[in-house]
C-alpha cells in the first residue's frame, strides 16, 4: 500500500510565491504604503503638541493668553481627524490587496490541482487537499486582513518613536534603546519555536479534515459497519494532536510577550525616575517627560503588536508552506512543450516494449509488453483481479506514463498529443460513473459542451437511457443531486454511457463499465453498444463475459502478460483460460 504522500516544507519556496502573489499589485501596495506613512506622522505628531501645550500653551494661558493653547488642542484634533481618515483609506485600499491575492492563490491551487496526475491525488488525500484549500488559505487570509496592516504601522511607529525620543532626550532615548538587546534574543528563539510549532498545527489540522472527509465520503460504510464509535476515537486523536500543537504555540506566544511587557515596564520605570530627576534638576522640561513617557508607550505597544504579528506570520508561513508544496508538484503526465497536431484521430492504438509500476515502492504492473489494435477493432481484456487490466487501458488513456517504451495512439506517441487532442480522441467510461450535482442534461453534454437538446437526447437514445431520464420528475433537467445520488447505479452509468457516446470519440474504453447495470438493462446496453462501437476503436475490460462476446478480439492476461489473444470463438473452441471463464461464467447463470 502506498503511504500518504508528504511534501516538505521550504520557507524560501513559501516566500517566493507570496512574492508573486503581491507583485501584481505593486502600484496599490506603495499607496498603501503612503497612506500608513501619512497615518503614523499623523499620530505621532500627538505627543509633541501635548508637550507643546504643557509647556508654552498652559504658562500663557495662566498669564491671560488662551490663544497658543487652544491653537495645540486644535492642532491635536486634527491629528486624530487626520489619523482616523488615512486609516480609513488604508484598511480599504489593503483590504482590497488582501482579497484580489486570496483568489489568486485559491483559483492557482485548484487550477494547478487539476493538473497533476492521478499518481499524485492517489498519494495525497483529497482530505489534505481540502485542507490547502480551506484552512491554509483562511489562515493566510487572517496574515493579510489584519497581520500586514500591524506590521507595517507597528515598524513605522517603532522608527518614528525612536526618531523623535532620540530629539527630544538622546539620553533618556538610549535606556529605551538598551532594551533591544534582551528583546532581539527573546525575538530570534519566539520566531524559531513558532515556526515549529505551526508546521505541526497545519499537519495536525489536515488530519483532523482529512479523517472527517474520508468518514462523510464513506458514511454508508461507516454505518453499515458500525464505524461510528471508532471514528470517533480516531477523531478525538486528531483533534488532541492538534490542541496539544496549537497549545504548545500559544504557551511560545505568550512567554514571548510576557518577556516584551516586561522589558517595557522596566525601560518606562527608569526612564520615568531618571526623568523626574533630570526635570528637579532643572535640565528638562515637564512636558518634553510627559511626551517622552508617551512615546515610550507608543515604542513597546507596537512591539507586542508585532510579536502578535510573528505568531500570525508564522502561521501563515507555515500554511503558505504547504500551499506551496503542493503548486511545486510537476504533472506526472506532463504537457509537451510542441505537442504534435492530431486534428482527426482514426484510434489505432499500440503499445511497443512497454513496461509500467505506479511508484518506485510498488512492483511492476507491465513489463516489455508489445500490443497492437488496429482502428475500429473492439478489443476486451479479460483476467484475474491483479492482472493489469486496467493498468493496461490507464496507459491508453495516458492516465500515466510508461516507465519504458511507447504507447502511441496513430503512430504519434501519446507523450506528444496535446491535452486536448488526445482527450478529445479517447474516452474513458469507468465503474464509478461520477455524477456532478446538476441536471441529466448538463451532465450528458459534459462529453460535448456545445451540444445542444437534440444531440443530447440522441446520445440517451443510442444507450437506453432515454426511456428513464423521461420518466424522472422533471425529464432530462431533473437535478441528480450530490454524486448523482438521486438515481440508481445502472441508470448513473447509463448517463456517463451517454456522455462518452455524445463526445464520439476515435477510442472509447469501458473500465468494467458494465458491472452496475441489472441483467435487462445490460442487455438494452449490449444492443446499444454493437451500434455505437461500430466504426470505432473500443477497449472493454469486463467481467460479465456477456460484454466480451460482443468484441472482435478477446487478450486474456495475467500477471502483467498476455496468456491468449485471439477472437472469442477462437478462443473458446482452445479450450484454454478464456474457455475455462466462458464455462463458469455460463454455469453460474444456470
Not at 341 to 364: D, I, K, N, Q
Not at 383 to 390: E, L
Not at 444 to 449: M, Q, R, S
Not at 451 to 456: H, K, L, M, N, W
Request: with cysteine.
Amino acid at each position: 500500500m502506498t503511504r500518504p504522500m508528504e511534501i516538505e516544507a521550504e520557507p524560501g519556496r513559501a516566500r517566493k510565491l507570496l512574492g508573486s502573489l503581491l507583485r501584481p499589485h505593486r502600484v496599490r501596495a506603495v499607496f498603501a504604503m503612503v497612506l500608513v506613512l501619512a497615518e503614523n506622522a499623523a499620530h505621532l505628531v500627538g505627543p509633541l503638541l501635548i508637550a507643546g501645550a504643557l509647556d508654552v500653551g498652559v504658562p500663557a494661558a495662566v498669564k491671560g493668553d488662551p490663544v497658543p493653547i487652544a491653537w495645540f488642542v486644535a492642532g491635536y484634533a486634527a491629528s486624530s481627524v487626520l489619523t482616523a481618515g488615512l486609516r480609513w483609506g488604508f484598511l480599504l485600499v489593503s483590504g482590497r490587496i488582501g482579497q484580489d491575492v486570496l483568489i489568486d492563490l485559491r483559483g492557482r491551487l485548484f487550477t494547478h490541482s487539476q493538473r497533476l496526475s492521478l499518481s499524485f491525488h492517489q498519494s495525497y488525500t483529497s482530505g489534505k487537499m481540502i485542507a490547502r484549500a480551506t484552512s491554509d488559505i483562511d489562515t493566510l487570509s487572517d496574515l493579510i486582513d489584519e497581520g500586514l496592516d500591524g506590521l507595517i504601522s507597528s515598524v513605522l511607529t517603532v522608527i518614528g518613536v525612536t526618531v523623535l525620543m532620540l530629539s527630544l532626550d538622546h539620553r533618556l532615548a538610549l535606556i529605551v534603546l538598551a532594551g533591544f538587546v534582551p528583546l532581539f534574543i527573546a525575538t530570534m528563539v519566539f520566531r524559531k519555536e513558532s515556526a515549529r510549532c505551526y508546521r505541526r498545527t497545519r499537519t495536525e489540522i489536515a488530519k483532523v479534515i482529512t479523517h472527517f472527509t474520508e468518514t462523510m465520503t464513506g458514511i454508508r460504510a461507516v454505518q453499515a459497519y458500525r464505524r461510528e464509535e471508532a471514528n470517533a476515537k480516531v477523531l478525538d486523536e486528531h483533534n488532541d494532536g492538534y490542541r496539544l500543537a496549537q497549545n504548545r504555540a500559544t504557551w511560545v506566544l505568550g512567554v514571548y510577550l510576557v518577556v516584551l511587557r516586561m522589558v517595557g515596564s522596566l525601560s518606562f520605570v527608569i526612564v520615568l525616575a531618571v526623568g523626574a530627576w533630570l526635570v528637579s534638576a532643572e535640565e528638562m522640561a515637564v512636558g518634553v517627560l510627559a511626551a517622552f513617557l508617551i512615546y515610550v508607550r507608543l515604542f513597546y505597544d507596537p512591539l507586542e503588536q508585532l510579536g502578535t504579528f510573528l505568531n500570525t506570520y508564522a502561521s501563515a508561513t507555515a500554511a503558505l508552506e504547504k500551499i506551496s508544496g503542493v503548486l511545486a508538484q510537476e504533472p506526472g503526465v506532463p504537457e509537451p512543450a510542441r505537442p504534435t497536431p492530431l486534428p482527426s484521430a482514426r484510434g489505432e492504438l499500440r503499445m511497443s516494449s512497454v513496461s509500467f509500476r505506479y511508484s518506485e515502492e510498488t512492483p511492476v504492473v507491465l513489463s516489455g509488453m508489445d500490443l497492437h489494435v488496429p482502428a475500429g477493432q473492439t478489443l476486451a481484456v479479460v483476467g484475474a483481479t491483479g492482472a493489469g487490466k486496467s493498468s493496461l487501458v490507464k496507459l491508453f488513456a495516458r492516465f500515466y506514463d510508461p516507465a519504458e517504451g511507447v504507447v502511441s495512439l496513430d503512430g504519434v506517441d501519446l507523450r506528444d498529443l496535446g491535452e486536448e487532442d488526445l482527450r478529445r480522441a479517447v474516452v474513458m467510461v469507468t465503474q464509478e460513473s461520477f455524477l456532478f450535482t446538476g441536471s441529466v442534461a448538463e451532465n450528458i453534454a459534459l462529453g460535448k459542451p456545445s451540444a445542444d437538446r437534440s444531440e443530447i437526447e440522441a446520445a440517451a437514445r443510442a444507450v437506453g437511457a432515454h426511456e428513464f431520464i423521461t420518466a424522472l420528475p422533471n425529464g432530462y433537467d431533473t437535478d441528480v443531486n450530490k454524486h448523482g445520488s438521486r438515481l440508481s447505479a445502472g441508470q448513473r452509468q447509463l448517463v456517463a454511457f451517454a456522455r462518452a457516446f455524445l463526445a464520439d470519440p476515435a477510442v472509447l474504453i469501458l473500465d468494467e463499465a458494465t458491472s452496475s447495470l441489472d441483467i435487462p438493462t445490460e442487455r438494452a446496453v449490449q444492443r446499444a453498444l454493437e451500434t455505437v462501437l461500430r466504426d470505432r476503436t473500443a477497449v472493454i475490460i469486463a467481467h460479465r463475459l456477456s460484454t466480451v462476446l460482443i468484441a472482435d478480439r478477446v487478450l486474456v492476461m495475467e500477471r502483467g502478460e498476455i496468456t491468449e489473444d485471439g477472437s472469442p470463438e477462437e478462443l473458446l473452441g482452445s479450450g484454454g483460460e478464456f474457455a475455462s471463464l466462458h464455462s463458469a461464467w455460463t454455469a453460474s447463470l444456470a
